[in-house]
């Protein structure tokens, strides 16, 4: 999963190149930033919300985390990912001028650590689970449905941003060779439009 995540900020840059502004080690930190800065302060806040409601509703903290996952994590998460652009954007942009590109690259590192980290927490003790296939990578058997497809470095390497494999209806399963038609990159359009707000 981080040689994935750092695989697709690696082809962001290169394929932003010609027109990006920002350097390589700006982007690592905005892989950093979101990671460690803005993914810890999502979990803190969702916490803390997830706490409120129990304390007022005078239910376990698990009985609540369930609807916290649905409601007030989607928006705290969109919100902390944003923030650390906005802000660098607003207190930068005498010294320097950032076009939409970098925006949009440093945005995908963001996003790409915050992801990263959610992903990792996520499966962290599911490694005993993962199943080799024929196909390459490993698929983790976490439920009944859904099960994650993590792929091999040979698919990763040899792919330009990976879609997130859909079911396989013969099998029941992920297969990394069926893709979906929806588009992989829509937050960083979100990013693009962060671009535009520090100009006015």
Known sequence: MAAASVWAVVQLLLLSWPVRTVRWPTV?????????????????????????????????????????SWTTAPVVEELIKIAPLLVAGWALRGRMQWGLADFVVLGGAAGAGFGLLEKALMYAESADKAVPLDEGGWQIAKGLIDHPYVPGLGQILGSWFPHRPAPSRSEGRYSPMRRTSSPARWPDWGWACCGAVPSW
């Open 28 to 68: 690592l930190l905005a892989f950093g930033v979101g990671a460690y800065g803005c993914g810890v302060l999502s979990m803190v806040l969702e916490l803390v919300v997830a706490r409120q409601l129990a304390t007022a509703r005078g239910t376990s903290l698990s009985a609540v985390m369930d609807e916290v």
